[in-house]
């Protein structure tokens, strides 16, 4: 759990969620291309309960991780060369904003989630529930999709530079 497999020195934890972020974005454009374009309800509903059981099971692997490191110190004092004072100041930054999108995407994905599967029909489809569903969840896919592009600055701008 210590060495990462994409060979950047951070962590097993950090490469997987790093890997998750990437599929993350065209999965969610996928599972709006069914809903939107296809009209597959039950596809859209299934493929948004896998992403929120994924995002659940790597959040917590991740924040288990993170305890075992000694946060992401511990994990940037692996890099060969250290940050400068300049460049860790700007890493921080760019982690302060992923950590704002990234805890109201839990909230908002849970309430999402948790609101159709309650109100939905089954099998789902257009019923009172929409209007609400649609405008929470395209809120909800935008903040995912900033969490996943800073995330991914993060990993960049933390272990790759
Ligand atoms: C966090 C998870 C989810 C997100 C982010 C999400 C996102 C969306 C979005 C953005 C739309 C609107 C697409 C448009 O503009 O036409 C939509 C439509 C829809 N979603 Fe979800 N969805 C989620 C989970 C679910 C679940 C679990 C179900 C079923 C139980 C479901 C069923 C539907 C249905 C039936 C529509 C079409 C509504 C209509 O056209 O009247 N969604 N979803």
């Not at 060969?80 to 950590?99: C, K, M, N, S, Y």
């Not at 109201?104 to 109100?119: E, G, H, I, K, Q």
């Amino acid at each position: 759990m210590k060495t990462g497999f994409l060979g950047n020195n951070a962590s097993f934890m950090l490469d997987l969620v790093a890997c998750a972020l990437a599929v993350v974005v065209p999965l969610l454009v996928y599972s709006l291309y069914l809903v939107k374009v296809r009209r597959n309800y039950t596809g859209h509903r299934n493929l948004q309960v896998l992403l929120g059981v994924v995002l659940l099971v790597t959040v917590g692997m991740f924040e288990v991780d993170m305890r075992l490191q000694q946060g992401i110190s511990g994990i940037l004092a692996k890099r060969p060369v250290p940050l400068t004072a300049g460049q860790r100041l700007f890493f921080d930054r760019i982690l302060a904003v992923h950590l704002v999108f990234a805890i109201s995407t839990v909230f908002l994905w849970a309430t999402t989630l948790s609101l159709a599967l309650r109100r939905m029909p089954a099998p789902p489809g257009p019923c009172p529930h929409s209007p609400l569903h649609k405008w929470l969840g395209w809120i909800a896919a935008i903040d995912i999709t900033l969490t996943a592009i800073t995330g991914l600055m993060v990993y960049y701008f933390g272990f790759i530079v």
